[in-house]
RNA sequence: GCGGAUGUGGUGAAAUUGGUAGACACGCUAGAUUUAGGAUCUAGUGCUUCACGGCGUGUGGGUUCGAGUCCCUCCAUCCGCACCA
């Protein structure tokens, strides 16, 4: 064989392992970059075709921006916690930790293969104790800090300790769950167990009881983003709402700095699309209502303040706490009843029957604020206990689902704005003016928001609100394989384990199923223990680890803090992340959640994880299916490589289509690609496999064909277009094999301009060529604009639009010469059928249009 | 329902600011070489027509000398969210 790709990938995939060629400089002068993957799962089944596609990508930018002389950092690790590892122990009683060890040897094997330019001195495993002690660590961060919404950052709970000392809680603007509010001299005498309680509605990392996901099936808590459509999104098992106790973070305290960071980073506009939404911030007003002959208030949240005159009626969720407490007797039992039957609903019949109108009135009135009028009291479970208060005032005249609502239980329906029209459907229209609605009568909807808002305020019975829809984030697993939590309890208080202490480890357990009482695997563990205390035995969830990842890769030594100070500084933050849009909720918001932190806690210069991101696409089966094991129609790159070699793999994949498209794999084609790298070899040796180059100077079309493949090839690898890349080189190469060329000074720089792409083959043929070391130290080909310029331009002559045929003209030709050369041309002659034309339009360069 | 993305040959797909639609490949057809197969090379390949030509970028309209590209309308597919007040 001609072409020996086995022999030669395999000798410089270990030149590479051996030298160290892509190790990262620790002291450079030059200017970073730093490019990453996000870090697999090493699951039992190895990579198939799909995973490589956005590492062959990063790898070739990694290996471009080397020759363009940045100090590129560009890592690779394991997520190796996991559910999928402790589903296996469970069922063979293996280790989880052997599990993990074998799935990363596999994975290691097969990316070795492909012949990535990873700095492997600096990987991580999330399952290593070296690495989970700082994820401990930061845990111990957040949970000894809160969020001071004055200063618009987390502090350490020390602060809000003296803060309690001098003052109280009366001048504090923090974001809490805490309702309670103190003096200085009542914090003073409150005893520690009580003033632990406090502490912990502010704490970032918190224990709380709350209602959560619980994955029966699972055996563990979930975190909103890991339920799609009411199930687990590992395994599609039943999810319920249940009311536990559980560590979470305050991620909500974020809020408003996530949706802002957004607008200074470069994510996809869908991405962003999808954190906004997640956020789902929304601005208006809370005002509290009173119940009519009671102390009670309901406090409700608006977003349309101006419509308060159209609230004709107020419904409450059935799970709101007041709803007993108002329910008149002659309703108490229907009201019972409407709770019940809305509990027995799963989420996913409530999902499934969201047009279901359905509710009941309680017998109790409120008071309109601003008409005094009594209006009836309903619940209906269209309003979430969740969202918001839990209650909202019904606007049936502008919101589709009050009017529903109202229609189906005859309330009224009073119109508010200038011309609506609600005998059909509610209408929410922005536009006229407000009417039946006292002061607010004449205004524009915008004008009567804000006079809405600042009458409540001096009423004193609400204020203009911004309302999140995220969720603080449940961080707590009952399960083994994850990172403990580095807690334990004391007098029915939770106390952070010294840092000094940590790493906590994993304890050895004998089985790795809950216990017959129902606690998590640890409780299994023979002395979980700190100086005779009991230790949290839930785990931390898959995202911990992930969270902060590519702060570890920057520091090579690993000897202070969860990266040194001056790795941090240098390295800042990621330039460029490939990853799949399915973590748009999960790893990718709480990075950035803890990325804030870490920064506002004075660890990072920047307070965003990743400045820009490329989601890349799918790789379906050639069926057009998702590639898995239960179709049985995966393929392994480990097949493709021995069958074509590592640049053929790799060439082919970014072949395929533009990077971010999902698309199908195609084995048949994978031919094309291969069949180019031949030809490329070929361009440099003789019959006999011999190389021969000649020294000869190169012509004006070797050098033409050379620079026009310089420039597409590098715009396109700057605007992640690979597919046309590829391309271009073969383009490139047939051209050069139609000249017949040879030449040292063409073959030398088209070499290392394919060398990001096909490295392998670039090294062979760069080594045979007489160089010394990688290619990959060689500095890029420059462009030169000038090897570009003809003489002749080919001009494509239209009539009306339609191109009629070419015409070769000298390419300085002035524009009226051309218009001259074209109509007394032969065929021009033929097109006119003698008519004068009406207009002839000339782009020099472009074309000529003759309108008829 | 809301938001985002995508619609181009038999297939994967190209097409800078509006300027030759289908580059580059796969597949297919014919030929050369070969004992044969594989490999390689040459020519052809959007649809239609004997041909001149006509028609063609999801649909319908518009702007323009000129539209895959810009504007409006509708349709389809995929993804995300989904009673969020």
Redesign the pocket.
Known sequence: MDYNFSEIEKRWQSYWSEQKTFAADENSQKEKFYVLDMFPYPSGAGLHVGHPLGYIASDIVSRYKRHLGYNVLHPMGYDSFGLPAEQYAIQTGQHPRITTENNIATYRRQLDLIGFSYDWDREVKTSDPEYYKWTQWIFLQLFNSWYDKDADKARSIEELISIFDKEGSSKLNAHTDSEISFTAAEWQEMDEKEQADILMDYRLAYLSDSFVNWCPALGTVLANDEI?DGKSERGGHPVERKKMKQWSMRITAYAERLLQGLDKIDFS??LK??QR??I?K?E?ASIRFKVADREDEIEV????PDTIFGASFMVL?PEHPLVDEISSKEQSKKVKAYQKYAASRSERE??S??K?VSGEFTGAYAIHPFTNEAIPIWIG????AG??T?A?MA?PSG?Q?DWGFAKKFGLEIPPVIEGQDVSEGADDRKDGKIVNSDFLNGLSVQDAIKKSISVVEEKGIGKGKI?Y?LRDAVFSRQRYWGEPIPIYFKDGMAKAIPENELPLRLPEIDEYKPTETGEPPLARARDWSFEGNPIETSTMPGWAGSSWYLFRYMDLERKNGFASEESLKYWENVDLYFGG?EH??GHLLYSRFWTKFLFDSGYLSTDEPFKKLINQGMILASDGQKMSKRYGNVVNPDDIVAQYGADTLRLFEM????LE?S??W?T??I???H??L??FWRLYHNDQNELELSDEAADKKELRSLHKCIKKVS?DIESF?F??A??AF??CV?ELQ?LKCNKRSILEPLCILLSPFAPHISEELSSKMGHEGSISKLPYPKFNEAHLKQDEV?Y?V?F????RF?LELPADMPKDQVEETVLSHENAQKWLEGKAPK?V?V?PG??V?I?V
Do not use: C, H
């Open positions: 799609k506009d869908a699309e999808i939404n997640w789902g929304s208006g949240f608006t977003t349309r969720a409530r999902m029957e969201v279901t479970d269209y309003v979430l969202y918001g839990g909202v606007v919101d689902r309302n829809r849009a748009a909720t072949f395929l289509g533009p498209q698309k199908p195609d048949d084609s031919e094309g690609v069949r180019f031949r030809k715009e277009s597919n046309t590829v391309s073969m383009i047939n139609d080919k494509p239209s009306n639009g339609k191109m070419m207009k339009i782009v472009k074309i249009n309108v």
